[in-house]
Nanobody
Framework: EGQLVESGGGLVQAGGSLRLSCAAS????????IGWFRQAPGKAQEGVSC????????MYSDSVKGRFTISSDNVKNIIYLQMNNLKPEDTAVYYC????????????????????WGQGTQVTVSS
């Protein structure tokens, strides 16, 4: 089912930007959707964005829409999450995950379909 490795997290002030990367091996973006999820201390895991290259579709949660942009480099096999205008409430560990044949749409993503997960990268936004 492939392997995923996240990078790009760090500490940033509110209003700043970060770009997360999810490097995939052993799977093709033609077959797998890639989702970004985040887990903040004491809060439920939240799916924030998703991209399905095969369906040419993306998804953003209401909490990040207009600030985050997901994109794919199918040559390098990397999914990017560009995060702008970051807020303290964006502080979390961010994970990418892969789901075979999943259609990303609307403003929600079903994490139960995502079988392969990366190790996560910490994003901390200071006020």
């Amino acid at each position: 089912e492939g392997q995923l490795v996240e990078s790009g997290g760090g500490l940033v002030q509110a209003g700043g930007s970060l770009r997360l990367s999810c490097a995939a091996s052993g799977l093709s973006f033609d077959d797998y959707a890639i989702g970004w999820f985040r887990q903040a201390p004491g809060k439920a895991q939240e799916g924030v964005s998703c991209i399905s290259s095969s369906f040419d579709s993306t998804m953003y949660s209401d909490s990040v829409k207009g600030r985050f942009t997901i994109s794919s480099d199918n040559v390098k096999n990397i999914i990017y999450l560009q995060m702008n205008n970051l807020k303290p409430e964006d502080t979390a560990v961010y994970y990418c995950a892969a789901a075979w044949g999943y259609l990303c749409s609307g403003n929600r993503v079903s994490e139960s379909f995502f079988a392969s997960w990366g190790q996560g990268t910490q994003v901390t936004v200071s006020s």
